[in-house]
């Protein structure tokens, strides 16, 4: 590492946060997907890793729960041109099956279409699982930044491949438990129903802020003992009733096992902090609640082994949704690092 002061202005260099620390010298090793394929209300999040590495030269580096946060090495794997050509590509296909169902079509008429986005989604998970395996082998954790909430699902399997056991504290405004959403296998709905149906290694999943889900979804949390649900709902009844939020964190993460993989959607926090995200939704949990979580985790027993965070979009005249999700993205870099070492307060 060259010369490097915390204190200045980040100077653009590609990396998030505008660090010099070279990939291989990194600790957290973040992928950027630019997908969002199946999105199925308001496209964009396809912009989200470079409008968060735009955002993130404006991050102060210092943080009072973290001593010397600025001297973890968070290293940023190049954005893949190709997945961004991709993507542009089949979310044309992907139109047009919704366009046609959404006319009242079946999706029977649309199988060709549907063939093409849902070959196409699993290169694209095959891709994120290959470059988040060659980060755990190199010893990195390892991070995806989204793109729409389908693409982290390679690094939930590159993280199985190393870890026999381990939950998912899964942030978020929806269940994502549906079962091939509008058609699509690998849809952003579908993330948890994929990673829990597909990946034998996970022992709990762990559901924080959640207030849009179907009647499906609520049968399949209500019926699977891996799984709670600590509904958007819940809480703020908590809340109202003289549970504070300290005593409700340490509840979220004693339901968690030693080993826990993070995924976090933008649009678990209050929807004035994201209001660009593809399907925000009243209610969330606001910045210092999930700041505060994210830290009650990591000055826990358990053992961060990798996390993502998806479905941030930028607006047409501002970079709020991103300057919020880079602040976002540094908490999750700096606590899963230090949370190995515990130099944390």
Not at 208 to 215: E, L, M, N, T, W
Not at 251 to 266: C, E, G, M, R, W
């Amino acid at each position: 590492m060259k010369i490097f002061n915390p204190n200045e202005p980040g100077m653009a260099n590609g990396n998030y946060f505008a660090l010099p620390y070279t990939l291989g010298e990194s600790e957290v090793a973040i992928v950027s997907v630019p997908w969002d394929v199946t999105t199925s209300y308001r496209s964009g999040t396809h912009k989200g890793p470079s409008s968060i590495i735009d955002a993130s030269l404006q991050v102060d580096l210092y943080d009072p729960m973290v001593p010397d946060a600025w001297s973890v090495k968070i290293g940023s794997v190049p954005i893949d041109e190709t997945i961004e050509k991709r993507n542009k590509r089949f979310r044309k296909v992907a139109e047009q099956v919704i366009s046609h169902i959404e006319e009242g079509g079946e999706l029977a008429e649309v199988d060709d279409l549907l063939a093409e986005v849902n070959i196409a989604s699993e290169e694209l998970n095959e891709l994120v699982y290959n470059s988040c395996r060659d980060l755990i082998e190199a010893g990195k954790i390892p991070a995806v930044v989204g793109g729409d909430h389908s693409v982290p699902l390679g690094n939930m399997r590159a993280v199985a491949d190393k870890f026999e056991d381990f939950g998912i504290l899964h942030i978020d405004a929806h269940a994502d438990l549906r079962v091939a959403y509008e058609g699509f296998k690998y849809s952003h709905a579908s993330i948890l129903y994929n990673a829990l149906t597909e990946i034998t290694q996970i022992s709990q999943l762990t559901q924080v802020g959640v207030r849009d889900f179907c009647h499906q979804e609520a049968e399949f949390i209500n019926t699977d003992p891996r799984i709670r649900c600590f509904t958007d709902m819940e809480l703020k009844r908590n809340a109202f009733e003289g549970k504070n939020w300290k005593k409700q964190c340490e509840d979220i993460v004693s339901s968690l096992p030693v080993n826990v993989y993070i995924t976090f959607d933008i649009d678990g926090l209050s929807p004035d902090l994201c209001p660009n995200t593809g399907t925000p939704v009243p209610g969330g949990v606001n910045f210092r609640e999930v700041d505060y979580l994210l830290y009650m985790l990591a000055i826990s027993n358990r053992r961060i082994i990798g996390f993502d965070l998806c479905e941030v979009a930028p607006g047409k005249s501002d970079e709020w949704d991103a300057n919020v999700g880079a602040r976002i993205l540094y908490k999750l870099c700096i606590y899963s690092s230090l949370n190995s070492k515990k130099q944390i307060i």
